[in-house]
């Protein structure tokens, strides 16, 4: 059984620039979230993704947008990066609500905008 | 989204026990309690999760109070690759359909002494 994979590892862009993310979620799972690690700080909900359509987001702007494929891969799409988007961007898949109750994690991307 | 409080860092000896304590005085009926960790430079991963009643898995046991209000999550004999960020979270629903989101906090950092 594969992991949860995110491509790239590490991303290098400046400000004003666009950034796509990508994620492939765990075999069986349909439901793909994102989520934004700033150093030395918990991740924060993005948003998530279950049957192609955003199922919910957490407090960013538009600007943060994002994709889930047929495959339920996903990605990420950040416009106009700012100094402040610098993080670690992390994906998870699980099942929907109900079966079972974990989210599996990717590595994450770490993202530096100079 | 309901709030957790947990302590900044905690140390413990390899070999001996470790109790992580977690506040949630606003949780409600339908909460869940949740814990994830994670380890330097990884994704976060799931520990154990628990509604009313006690819960034990191969990696942790979780206590959690009669009113609900705390928990606790505890490792029985603490490795050194169980040092780590631990996470308590109260899963919120999302949506239509798809999956919970997961509200971190700024988690415990565990270190443990050889």
Known sequence: ?114 | DAKTTQPNSMESNEEEPVHLPCNHSTISGTDYIHWYRQLPSQGPEYVIHGLTSNVNNRMASLAIAEDRKSSTLILHRATLRDAAVYYCILRALMGWGGDYKLSFGAGTTVTVRA
């Open chain 1, 1 to 114: 059984e594969t992991g949860v994979t995110q491509s790239p590892t590490h991303l290098i862009k400046t400000r004003g620039q666009q950034v796509t993310l990508r994620c492939s979620s765990q075999s069986g799972h349909n439901t793909v979230s994102w989520y934004q690690q700033a150093l030395g700080q918990g991740p924060q909900f993005i948003f998530q993704y279950y049957r192609e359509e955003e199922n919910g987001r957490g407090n960013f702007p538009p600007r943060f947008s994002g994709l889930q494929f047929p495959n339920y891969s996903s990605e990420l799409n950040v416009n106009a990066l700012e100094l402040d988007d610098s993080a670690l961007y992390l994906c998870a898949s699980s099942s929907t609500r109900d079966t079972p109750n974990e989210q599996f994690f990717g590595p994450g991307t770490r993202l530096t905008v100079l």
